[in-house]
């Protein structure tokens, strides 16, 4: 069965460097989408990507973060200047079409900030 | 107003008992409401789902009910089992492609046998 992989599994980074975390989506869909899950906490929406470009973003969602699309299959999430806050479990999720509410999640890269 | 609110915040049930997790909205454009299943170090991966135009929605042991005019919705999960032990997430979205799926706070459910 189709899935969304995400890599790296878990990222330790300095504050103020910069991390990529990886996200390759369903090959035939056509929506992608990052959330974070801080530990403990409701899962929550960063941004939304479509047609290579972000459709949607949430306040969470700075000039510190970006997304891109830069080959038919990889979905990145860039965090320009990590703070200890941006500690997270970050999720990749994808959607196949237009009409089409269901969202398939990845396992998770964990982001840990010191 | 994009608020989903979810009650308890966990849940223990005796293996064979009834779960029951409730949520509530506020944003009446959500017309898709999702339920997801989360196992520790995993991702959130969607259980069953519902849209307003039904009141129930049955798969196998888990059941959706759904109050339009109440704006509240909740889950049902029959004969629970201790491998139902998972954190569950009610969410809602609006439809079409490139919506953002709003997720409640989570209710950590354990079946003990």
């Known amino acids: 069965e189709p899935e969304v992989t995400q890599t790296p599994s878990h990222q330790v980074t300095q504050m103020g460097q910069e991390v990529i975390l990886r996200c390759v989506p369903i090959?035939?869909?056509?929506?992608f989408y990052w959330y974070r899950q801080i530990l403990g906490q409701k899962v929550e929406f960063l941004v939304s990507?479509?047609?290579?470009?972000?459709?949607?973003k949430s306040e969470i969602f700075d000039d510190q973060f970006s997304v891109e699309r830069p080959d038919g299959s990889n979905f990145t999430l860039k965090i320009r200047s990590t703070k200890l806050e941006d500690s997270a479990m970050y999720f990749c999720?994808?959607?196949?079409?237009?009409?089409?509410?269901?969202?398939?999640f990845g396992p998770g890269t964990r982001l840990t900030v010191l | 107003q994009q608020q989903v609110k979810q009650s308890p915040q966990s849940l223990i049930v005796q293996k064979g008992g009834i779960s029951i997790i409730n949520c509530a909205y506020e944003n009446t454009a959500f017309d898709y409401f999702p339920w997801y299943q989360q196992f520790p170090g995993k991702g959130p991966a969607l259980l069953i789902a519902?849209?307003?135009?039904?009141s129930e929605k049955k798969e196998g042991r888990f059941t959706i009910s759904f109050n339009k005019s109440a704006k509240q919705f909740s889950l049902h999960i029959m004969d629970s089992q201790p491998g139902d032990s998972a954190t569950y997430f009610c969410?809602?979205?609006?439809?079409?492609?490139?919506?953002?799926?709003?997720f409640g706070t989570g209710t950590k459910l354990q079946v003990i046998p």
């Open positions: 519902i849209r307003p135009d039904v």
């Open positions: 969410a809602a979205s609006k439809s079409g492609g490139y919506q953002k799926v709003t």
């Open positions: 999720a994808s959607s196949a079409e237009r009409g089409s509410n269901e969202q398939f």
């Open positions: 990507f479509y047609n290579n470009e972000i459709s949607e």
């Open positions: 090959s035939n869909h056509l929506y």
